[in-house]
Nanobody
Framework: QVELVESGGGLVQAGGSLRLSCAASGRTFTFRDYGIGWFRQAPGKEREFVAGINWSGTSTGYADSVKGRFTVSRHNAKNMVYLQMNSLDPEDTYVHYC???????????????????WGPGTQVTVSS
């Protein structure tokens, strides 16, 4: 079992920045065996892919809407993944989730249905 907890969300003005963190824990898991994805969801809408990173941090990918503004990274020794969000826009207002997939494949994964564990989410609100 893997537990994920997001933090770092909040209210920010348009053009501002936030850094989301995802802390992973579990009795018997090995963090470097998992790829991590960031997803976001608005009320009444589908959960959508934001960014992904493979188990070693050597493969990352982004949704077109955030490319060039968001950066995903991980620190395996600390069981942490981060999402640096810059140049935020009111359209980035969502609940953001991190998710873990047991996989040591090279490529990051953008498919939400492949992920096994999810955090409870953190709200990001961008005011105009």
């Amino acid at each position: 079992q893997v537990e994920l907890v997001e933090s770092g969300g909040g209210l920010v003005q348009a053009g501002g920045s936030l850094r989301l963190s995802c802390a992973a824990s579990g009795r018997t898991f090995t963090f470097r065996d998992y790829g991590i994805g960031w997803f976001r969801q608005a009320p009444g809408k589908e959960r959508e892919f934001v960014a992904g990173i493979n188990w070693s941090g050597t493969s990352t990918g982004y949704a077109d809407s955030v490319k060039g503004r968001f950066t995903v990274s991980r620190h395996n020794a600390k069981n942490m993944v981060y999402l640096q969000m810059n140049s935020l826009d009111p359209e980035d207002t969502y609940v953001h989730y991190c998710a873990a997939e047991r996989s040591t494949q090279y490529n990051y994964n953008a498919e939400k249905n492949d992920y096994d564990y999810w955090g409870p989410g953190t709200q990001v609100t961008v005011s105009s």
